[in-house]
C-alpha cells in the first residue's frame, strides 16, 4: 500500500480556485492510478477525477468537468486536483486514494485523511 497525505482545502468564495495536493509515499507511485474523490455528510463519497498511470488518461465527474483539472508528478509522488469556477456544491471534504489497479468501477484500496473545501457563496 502507499501512504497518502492531502494539502490545500481551506475556505473560498464562489467563483475562485483551490489546488489540492496528496503527497504520496512508496517507490512505485508511477505505477498507482491516482484519484480524487469527495463526500459531504449524509451522502455516498462520489468520485470527482483520477489519472491512471500507465498512458495519463483521465476520467472526470460530469459535475466537475471543464473546472477541475488532475495531474501528477511522479519525480515529486504527488498528485494535484487544481479546482476552478469553484461552485457551493462543490463543499465537501476531498479525500485522494491509490490504487494499482482499481478496475472499471474505480475501487481504491489507499486512502488519504481528508482534507475540507468550503465555498461560501
Known amino acids: 500500500q502507499v501512504q497518502l497525505v492531502e494539502s490545500g482545502g481551506g475556505l473560498v468564495q464562489a467563483g475562485g480556485s483551490l489546488r489540492l495536493s496528496c503527497a504520496a509515499s512508496g517507490r512505485t507511485f508511477s505505477s498507482y492510478t491516482m484519484g480524487w474523490f469527495r463526500q459531504v455528510p449524509g451522502k455516498e463519497r462520489e468520485l470527482v477525477a483520477a489519472?491512471?498511470?500507465?498512458?495519463?488518461?483521465?476520467h472526470y465527474a460530469i459535475s466537475v468537468k471543464g473546472r477541475f483539472t488532475i495531474s501528477r508528478d511522479n519525480a515529486k509522488n504527488t498528485v494535484y486536483l487544481q479546482m476552478n469556477s469553484l461552485k457551493p456544491e462543490d463543499t465537501a471534504v476531498y479525500y485522494c486514494?491509490?490504487?494499482?489497479?482499481?478496475?472499471?468501477?474505480?475501487?481504491?484500496?489507499?486512502w488519504g485523511q481528508g482534507t475540507q473545501v468550503t465555498v461560501s457563496s
Open positions: 486514494a491509490a490504487d494499482e489497479d482499481p478496475g472499471p468501477n474505480w475501487e481504491f484500496g489507499s
Open positions: 489519472i491512471r498511470w500507465s498512458i495519463g488518461s483521465t
